[in-house]
């Protein structure tokens, strides 16, 4: 069965400074991966998704993320964060093909400090 | 109105009533779906509905009865809750229901049973 493990339910950073929110997954195939991102009082929007290829894939608002095979990882990153990147973050994994259905974390909220 | 709405936003209601959450896509897509969030838990997948045919039910409540009439509309029709289904209830669209479909989400119904 595919789970997703997100660590850290609450990561803090300072203005300017990397963004690590860190995913790990468990699949029985290659996965599908995705970051989704929600601001307050907001639904979920998609930031990035890895598919099959390259496997650093750049997302929107200058988020990034690498899939890692061996670690099975799909971390997300941000080389400098802003005040308005403060929302929570999900990953999630899919079979992928035709099975699209979403297995999320429980999320990491993210604050950023002036 | 673009995008994938929600009504109402904010719903409270007794274990007795009879409520209904309402869902609406402008996107033009064929699949649609209800998730819910709860708090330190991750998004649920509860029903996936592709071309009006229900094609996923995660083995959810019976007081919960969702309804297709047609790819642009999905309700949620709700009866004799208990308060454990407090939660946030997402609604979402995407074209196909493959992994690359990506899923557009509404802004969600803050649902609070008393």
């Known amino acids: 069965a595919q789970s997703v493990t997100q660590l850290g339910s609450h990561v803090s950073v300072s203005e300017g400074a990397l963004v690590l929110l860190r995913c790990n997954y468990s699949?029985?195939?290659?996965?599908?991966l995705f970051w989704y991102v929600q601001y307050p009082n907001q639904g979920l929007q998609l930031l990035l998704k890895?598919?099959?290829?390259?496997?650093l894939v750049k997302g929107i608002n200058g988020f990034e993320a690498e899939f890692k095979k061996s670690e099975t990882s799909f971390h997300l990153t941000k080389p400098s964060a802003h005040m308005s990147d403060a929302a929570e973050y999900f990953c999630?994994?899919?079979?992928?093909?035709?099975?699209?259905?979403?297995?999320f974390g429980k999320g990491t909220k993210l604050s950023v400090k002036p | 109105e673009t995008g994938v709405t929600q009504t109402p936003r904010h719903l409270v209601m007794g274990m007795t009533n009879k409520k209904s959450l309402k869902c609406e896509q402008h996107l033009g897509h064929n699949a649609m779906y209800w998730y819910k969030q709860s708090a330190k838990k991750p998004l649920e997948l509860m029903f996936v509905?592709?071309?009006?045919?229900?094609?996923e039910n995660n083995s959810v409540p019976s007081r919960f009865s969702p309804e297709c009439p047609n790819s642009s509309h999905l309700f949620l029709h709700l009866h004799t809750l208990q308060p454990e289904d407090s939660a946030l209830y997402l609604c979402?669209?995407?074209?196909?229901?493959?992994?690359?479909?990506?899923?557009?989400f509404g802004p969600g119904t803050r649902l609070t049973v008393l």
């Open positions: 699949s029985s195939v290659p996965p599908y």
């Open positions: 509905y592709n071309f009006k045919e229900q094609t």
């Open positions: 999630a994994v899919s079979l992928g093909g035709s099975q699209g259905n979403l297995i």
């Open positions: 979402a669209s995407s074209q196909g229901v493959t992994a690359t479909d990506t899923q557009y």
């Open positions: 890895y598919t099959t290829g390259a496997t």
